[in-house]
């Protein structure tokens, strides 16, 4: 069964799996990761609902388009990629925050190997969606790279995430989430829902 899933996840993710990350310690420890920690450990570096299309959709859904004078928050950043495109796209700040650091340093690199020119519009930092109240005293995460541009109050524009929501208490994340909204300032999320719920001795199958 395991090696199964294994198999559905290499396919999923379109490439292999490094199996040496999984079994460098015994079986029991695979059950104290996270879904994060897990997903990161196999190689998954970016889950997105819907691809580029649903990411596009949630960012023309702003009532307000995106300028580049915004400065948005992406909550479980990942590989950083989303990030990017909208440096790329927008030309507007970003702060992107993880709760896995491997996660983090790979986005930091990736930014560096292949986009520098978006580097300084960009900044990656350790954070949680359930307890945003770091966001609001500027620096207070440990940063993987130095804030670069000006900004006082940490609050921003816009927020997204991706396939966030849906791991944690979804009232104490919006409410974390509208904490740190500027007057005005609007939330987009996509996440992945149940068509039809599942049976309840699958989903204490899976605890």
Known sequence: MFFFLIRILQLWSGRPIPLDNLFCSNAAS??????????????????????????DVMLNAFATPIKSTD???????????????????????????????QQLT?????????YPQYAHLITFKVGDIENLSPMRRKLSFHTIKSISHKDTSMKF???????????????TALQ???????????????EFLWKTPPPQHLIESTR
């Open 71 to 101: 400065h948005i928050l992406e909550i479980g950043c990942g590989s950083g990629i989303t990030s990017i495109y909208l440096a790329k796209t927008y030309g507007c700040h970003i702060t992107a925050i993880d709760i896995n650091v």
């Open 176 to 190: 974390q989430i509208n904490s740190v909204l500027k007057d005005g300032g609007e939330f987009g999320g996509v």
């Open 106 to 114: 790979e986005a930091q690199t990736y930014l560096n190997d292949y």
């Open 157 to 171: 524009d816009k927020v997204i995430c991706q396939a966030v929501v849906m791991f944690v208490s979804a009232e």
């Open 30 to 55: 695979a059950t104290t990761l996270n879904t994060y920690e897990f997903l990161s450990v196999i190689g998954k570096k970016v889950v997105n609902p819907g691809g580029n299309e649903g990411r």
